[in-house]
């Protein structure tokens, strides 16, 4: 099952160029954090090489896996910066409330409440930890990046009063875990992959909840995309 959006990419990349770009980085692979991450199929990176975002959904035992993959037109640095702020992108995630429960922002092994409201059924709640790849990311020169995350429910971790109003109008989720991959293609483009592995927990039918699993991969990475050009993260720029 495949879902096809559109990304304005800073210039056209051919199948075959982006396919000899990520060949050159393979061995990267191998140092990934989430090493279960689906790497896209032949016919995937066509379409992305035609601007398109593709998504597409893997068969699971538990909860909902989900992919997906994009070329965008901002540089790596600039889009690892949007990607790592998340107490700004409520407004531009699906995610209404975003709150750092422990640790420094944007630092590897933050804690990050976040709240998301589910029409017409409970909303969710978790915190993810965020984990930065720095092996990758230095062994590549910033080339390459991975940003891993898995989630906890742990109410203790929850200290403020607006955090605990929050949850007390929802649901935990049952668990959520996974990555973006990052690839500069050149100064102005990257290559991203976003993997996503989840369950939203309560009594929602499996057809829907990988739904929205493929869904919330696709509209993530035009939500991250369309805050790195229209906002400024606070997160430093490397």
Known sequence: ??????????????????????????DQRGLRLQPSAPVPSEGDLRKVAGGA??????????????????????????????????TRHPGYTAVEYSEIVSGRPCASGRKVLQYLPVPMLSDRWWI??????????TTSGGSVRELSWSSTTDKSLIRSESGRKMIAQAEPIGFSRG????????????YVEYYLHTDPGGRIPSGMAS????????ENIQAIQRFAQEARPSCPIE
């Not at 739904?211 to 696709?218: K, L, P, Q």
Request: no cysteine.
């Open 1 to 26: 099952m495949f879902i096809i959006g559109f990304v304005q990419s800073a210039q056209a990349w051919t199948a075959e160029a982006l396919q000899a770009r990520l060949a050159e980085i393979e």
């Open 211 to 218: 739904m929205f699993a493929s869904r919330g991969v696709r």
């Open 128 to 137: 993810g930890v965020l984990t930065k790849n720095t092996r990758i990311q």
């Open 53 to 86: 975002i593709i998504t597409g959904l893997l068969s699971s035992s538990t909860g909902s896996k989900a992919y997906g993959a994009a070329i965008v037109g901002i540089p790596i640095a600039t889009f690892w910066a949007a990607l790592n702020d998340e």
């Open 179 to 190: 990555a973006w991959f990052l690839v500069a293609l050149d100064e102005r483009s990257t």
